[in-house]
T-cell receptor
Framework: DGGITQSPKYLFRKEGQNVTLSCEQN?????MYWYRQDPGQGLRLIYY???????QKGDIAEGYSVSREKKESFPLTVTSAQKNPTAFYLC?????????????FGEGSRLTVL | GQQVMQIPQYQHVQEGEDFTTYCNSS?????IQWYKQRPGGHPVFLIQ?????EVKKQKRLTFQFGEAKKNSSLHITATQTTDVGTYFC???????????FGDGTTLTVKP
């Protein structure tokens, strides 16, 4: 089955710790994205990547980092510099390298900072 | 920067009633997409509109893109309990490559 796999689904972290969220896709999509969703709010773009070994900051990149070493993988690290990291994180991909195409989402990772 | 406003934030309807959510952009859009997120789930793509004044239908759902390409609407006729969820619009600006999401409209349907 083709799709996007995010792990872990639920994650608890102590303040001051970095945590990495995994996102893997087997859709052969060029573009991948990370969004953050807070209750009652829309999706805010953290980072996106249009091709391997290249990525751009989104609207709320501070306190986050990404890498795109393989086409299939786009992990997100939530660093201790992120002041309010508790949120629902969604990874997505799209066919073309041009952002704005149809997005396919993973099931999300819910991060709670204790 | 580009802003996309969506109203209303919440809508409660009786099953069988109609529902409409509106999306307004501060800038002209090259396209607009609509997504549905069921409670506890992830957003799922519904449709994309590209042309000025475009109207598309999917069974009981009607999507419109304004003539000025700055607003859009989603109308559901005769809602059913399966329609519950949050509906998001996402507009792509003519200059920026990425899309901006509205805050969504959460629909609840009372049987």
């Amino acid at each position: 089955d083709g799709g996007i796999t995010q792990s872990p689904k639920y994650l608890f972290r102590k303040e001051g710790q970095n945590v990495t969220l995994s996102c893997e896709q087997n859709l052969n999509h060029d573009a991948m994205y990370w969004y953050r969703q807070d209750p009652g709010q829309g999706l805010r773009l953290i980072y996106y990547s249009q091709i391997v070994n290249d990525f751009q900051k989104g609207d709320i990149a501070e306190g986050y980092s990404v890498s795109r070493e393989k086409k299939e993988s786009f992990p997100l690290t939530v660093t201790s510099a992120q002041k309010n990291p508790t949120a629902f994180y969604l990874c997505a991909s799209s066919i073309s390298g041009s952002p704005g195409g149809e997005l396919f989402f993973g099931e999300g990772s819910r991060l709670t900072v204790l | 920067g580009q802003q996309v406003m969506q109203i209303p934030q919440y809508q409660h309807v009786q099953e069988g009633e109609d529902f409409t959510t509106y999306c307004n952009s501060s800038t002209t859009l090259s396209n607009i997409q609509w997504y549905k997120q069921r409670p506890g789930g992830h957003p799922v793509f519904l449709i994309q509109l590209v042309k000025s004044g475009e109207v598309k239908k999917q069974k009981r759902l009607t999507f419109q893109f304004g003539e000025a390409k700055k607003n859009s609407s989603l109308h559901i006729t005769a809602t059913q309990t399966t329609d519950v969820g949050t509906y998001f619009c996402a507009g792509r600006g003519t200059n920026a490559g990425k899309s901006t999401f509205g805050d969504g409209t959460t629909l609840t349907v009372k049987p």
